[in-house]
């Protein structure tokens, strides 16, 4: 079922050329239907339709439950190592759980609490790590953007390193960017969704007894692990 995007349901301001999202960060797309707003600031504007997150259809019970209940964790570690975030915390006590102003300062008291315990670092790291291949895929020199891993404690050398090895994978594998951050929309499944990388082989890949042909073109995801802050 879509929400529409024009019923009130709340959405977050959004980086432009990525999609419109809602706190959960689910994206809003044009409705398929070629409806437009018929009221209000919109008016004559294609309505939207809040669709689906990709990953989530592939999302593996048993490691979702884990997630949770590190999130969790995370979330108490922030509060008792934050005198504010405590006292906040103990206040919600006195609200009607059922209100959407409980809910709404609940939520953000929760995400304050995960960024006091750092649970949102590896999270920015690995977002930081896509912006330096997609600088590098650009011709942008990723120097410009360095402070700012440092500022999340990846050394300079560190991130010269990985813009290097990112340099390194595409050469040795014959791999030619197409698209960066290309944004898909799938209206039959409602999900909606941004890849990192269409690719192009210039040679053919083996894989074990597999080949893949030369001129395939294939989709390139990139994971960013754990990551190591020393090259």
């Known amino acids: 079922m879509t929400i529409p995007l024009d019923t009130g349901a709340p959405e977050q301001a959004h980086t432009p050329g990525d999609f419109p999202r809602n706190a959960a960060k689910a994206p809003y797309v044009s409705d398929p239907s070629g409806a437009v707003v018929k009221s209000g600031a919109r008016k004559g504007q294609p309505k939207r339709v809040l669709y689906g997150r990709p990953s989530g259809l592939g999302k593996n019970v048993g490691d979702g439950f884990a997630l949770s209940q590190w999130s969790q964790r995370m ?22 759980q059922e209100s959407r102003e409980f809910k709404e300062l609940a939520n953000a008291l929760a ?19 896509h912006a330096l291949t997609e600088d590098h895929d650009n011709e942008v020199d990723w120097v410009a953007r360095a402070e700012a891993g440092v500022d999340l404690g990846i050394p300079h050398e560190a991130q010269q390193a990985l813009v290097e090895a990112w340099r ?55 994971k960013t692990g754990k990551m190591r802050t020393t090259p």
């Open 168 to 222: 390194r994978m595409l050469a040795d594998n014959g791999l030619e960017v197409l698209a960066t951050e290309a944004k898909v929309v799938n209206d039959r499944l409602r999900v909606a969704g941004t890849l990192d990388r269409i690719v192009r082989l210039t040679r053919p890949l083996t894989f074990g007894d597999i080949t893949v042909p030369a001129g395939t073109v294939l989709v390139l995801d990139i």
């Open 111 to 129: 995400d304050r609490a995960k960024d006091a315990a750092k649970a949102s670092l590896a999270a920015e790291r690995g977002t930081h790590t």
């Open 75 to 96: 979330v108490l570690c922030g509060i008792v190592t934050d005198a504010a975030l405590a006292a906040e915390a103990r206040a919600l006590l006195d609200m009607d």
